[in-house]
């Protein structure tokens, strides 16, 4: 079994998340805007509709875990999997079909928290973008919302309406997240077991602040009504050791 240190602690693999709770909104974005924003990282975003790629913007309480409990915000894309072969004539159509066979994953963007130690073992085990933040999560009223400054500067203030519950849960598929560090683009193997899981179109109110990501997500068209939004109650991950590409 593969082991990392981290500030002194063995960090045994693969890592467990016992619950966390999870707020996403996703929005459809110019794909070409997407392909320029991650093009560093070497990785094509996958066309849901042709010419739009999926932003998905997430944060997270972790309450109980193997990296102790923290905050997040997320900044994640659909991408296709390295090695899928030239994309698929444009059409709806077509473009479903690839991601059927190919399958899709997400690419981590940027992801702050607001703890030392998960910025650290994020870094070090599988390469993902994390760095600190302020991360103000109020989730105990009926809608969720984010407020996220770093550097003293405000980046967003995402709120989510809570959508209808979604029968069903337990494991969903095996995806795999891509990450991207220090010139290197990893793929890590991800599972999630979800529980309350409610979801809805559109349900998300974005507000920008004056951050340089504040400005990269406008130049991606936000504010925008979001696709979708999802709100998970109680969330159970595991994350594998990570591969370089």
């Not at 923290?70 to 072969?85: K, M, W």
């Not at 066979?101 to 963007?109: S, Y």
């Not at 933040?133 to 989510?160: N, Q, T, W």
């Amino acid at each position: 079994m593969a082991r990392h240190l981290i500030q002194g602690r063995e960090i045994a693999m693969p890592v467990r998340i016992r619950n966390a709770s999870v707020c996403s909104a996703s929005y459809l974005v110019r794909a070409d805007a997407a392909r320029a924003v991650i093009a560093y990282s070497g990785l094509d975003v996958a066309e849901v509709l042709p010419g739009k790629a999926l932003c998905t913007l997430v944060f997270v309480d972790y309450a109980d875990g193997d990296l102790d409990a923290y905050r997040e915000f997320g900044v994640a894309f659909l991408v296709r999997p390295p090695g899928a072969g030239p994309p698929p004539p444009r059409g709806l159509r077509a473009g479903l079909s690839e991601l059927r066979r190919a399958g899709a994953g997400a690419f981590i963007h940027w992801l702050p928290v607001d703890q030392g130690f998960t910025m650290e073992a994020g870094r070090t085990i599988w390469g993902f973008p994390k760095e600190l933040a302020d991360i103000d999560l109020r989730l105990g009223s009926p809608y969720k919302r984010c407020i996220l400054r770093k550097d003293g500067r405000l980046v967003l203030d995402l709120l989510v309406k809570p959508g209808v519950p979604v029968p069903g849960g337990g494991t969903m598929a095996p995806v795999d997240a891509y990450s991207h560090l220090d010139g290197v683009t990893r793929r890590i193997p991800w599972s999630m077991s979800p529980r309350g899981v409610r979801m809805r179109p559109g349900g998300a109110l974005i507000r920008l602040g004056n951050h340089p990501v504040a400005k990269e997500l406008s130049e991606l068209g936000l504010p925008k009504l979001a696709l979708m939004t999802s709100t998970v109650s109680h969330l159970t991950m595991t994350f594998g050791e990570a591969k370089e590409l």
